[in-house]
């Protein structure tokens, strides 16, 4: 394998970080890694919040489902997705004037645009981790930063076209850490020739096989299904996280500033 293919599988979560700030040269290379990947149309539809700031760090890991490691990251990456740089700009260059002018209808950001963005932020967001990764920087991905809309739009000033997508506590690698990796699924149940295939119960058994060994009756389920459900899916965080989305589209959508 090159080192490229041997850097991608290596990489863990790591929650558990070196007493040890990032070194300024490795944060540059991180987020000039970061603003190298690929974007739709070059507009680079994303921004990067540097989180430093020990009581921001301790709020995080409170409103992203109290995970206190959070706070004990030396640095956190936040990614927005980011369409008000660019509608910014195009009131800048007085876009809006030059549509009446030619009768065609200005529009503000629409939903396809927030996907969009999405994706530009993920796609720069795992540069970063990466080439954190071949730094001996080691990262999770925060996901509840979805959650509570409102107080993250508060804590970093978010303006209206911003939505945050992913946030990254990053650190060295302890010493002592030992590198566990989790099970994936098999490609056959993942990777698809031409078409979309719908797995049926034979598949199901298979697939979650070496998954699930647990004491349902205590947990008062009957299968993995049903933990991962109450676990995951149907939990009080993505209940949080449904309403909070929502909310943030309501606003996205709102009527133009």
Not at 83 to 96: A, L
Not at 156 to 166: C, D, E, M, R, V
Request: proline share 3%; aromatic share 12%.
């Amino acid at each position: 394998m090159n080192h490229v293919i041997k850097t991608l599988e290596k990489r863990v979560s790591l929650r558990r970080y070196k007493d040890l700030d990032i070194r300024e040269e490795d944060l540059e290379t991180i987020l000039k890694s970061a603003m190298k990947a690929p974007t739709a149309g070059n507009m680079q539809l994303y921004s990067i919040i540097v989180i430093k700031d020990e009581e921001t760090k301790k709020k995080l890991s409170r409103t992203c489902d109290n995970q206190d490691f959070i706070a004990k990251a030396p640095i956190i990456l936040l990614f927005l997705a980011d369409m008000q740089r660019w509608f910014d700009y195009y009131d800048y260059c007085n876009v809006k004037k030059m549509c009446e002018e030619k009768d065609i209808v200005y529009n503000g950001p629409e939903e396809a645009d927030l996907f969009l963005a999405c994706s530009d932020a993920l796609i720069a967001a795992q540069n970063a981790v990466i080439a954190a990764e071949s730094l001996e920087i080691g990262s999770c991905y925060i996901g509840d930063i979805m959650e509570n809309y409102e107080i993250h739009r508060e804590i970093f000033g978010l303006p209206k076209w911003t939505f945050p997508i992913a946030l990254l506590p990053m650190g060295y690698y302890p010493e002592d850490f030992e590198r566990v990796h989790r099970e994936r699924f098999g490609i056959r149940y993942i990777v698809f020739d031409e078409k979309y295939k719908r797995l049926k119960k034979e598949d199901f058994e298979e697939m979650f096989k070496n998954r699930g060994h647990m004491d349902y009756d205590k947990l008062n389920v009957e299968n993995f299904g049903q933990f991962m459900y109450f676990q995951k899916t149907g939990a009080d965080f993505s209940i949080e996280m449904a309403r909070s989305v929502k909310k943030a589209l309501e606003n996205w959508k709102g009527e133009i500033l």
